[in-house]
């Protein structure tokens, strides 16, 4: 059973950045790699994409909002995904969500492609 689980957020104002991590604890004998991604979710909207990474780091997508401004990546060695949040605004506000799947090699803009879920770290920008 993998588990993941998101760390970093917080409030900061408009121009700050931050830098969330995605601990990746897998319980296979054998450390698996995955394509993995970053989604966010707005009090009463639906959850949105926001970067992907392929399995092996040399694929990137980003949604148009963030690009320029957000970098993903990962560290295979400690497991961990990462996005590099700069320039934030208040409209980057919410609950931002890592996700994983043994099964894709490319990352997937969609969220019903990834089967594992972290539960998820509120990012506040303020004006």
């Known amino acids: 059973q993998e588990l993941l689980r998101e760390s970093g957020g917080g409030v900061v104002q408009a121009g700050a950045s931050l830098r969330l991590s995605c601990e990746v604890s897998?319980?296979?004998?054998?450390?698996?790699?995955?394509?993995m991604g970053w989604f966010r979710q707005a009090p009463g909207t639906d959850r949105e994409f926001v970067a992907a990474?392929?399995?092996?780091?040399?694929?990137?997508v980003y949604t148009d909002a963030v690009k320029g401004r957000f970098a993903i990546s990962r560290d295979d060695v400690k497991n961990v995904l990462y996005l590099q949040m700069n320039s934030l605004k208040p409209e980057d506000t919410a609950v931002y969500y890592c996700?994983?799947?043994?099964?894709?090699?490319?990352?997937?803009?969609?969220?019903?492609?990834?089967?594992?879920w972290g539960q998820g770290t509120q990012v506040t920008v303020s004006y």
């Open positions: 996700a994983a799947d043994p099964g894709l090699v490319q990352g997937s803009r969609r969220a019903a492609e990834y089967d594992y």
């Open positions: 990474i392929s399995w092996s780091g040399d694929s990137i």
């Open positions: 897998t319980g296979a004998r054998r450390q698996r790699r995955y394509a």
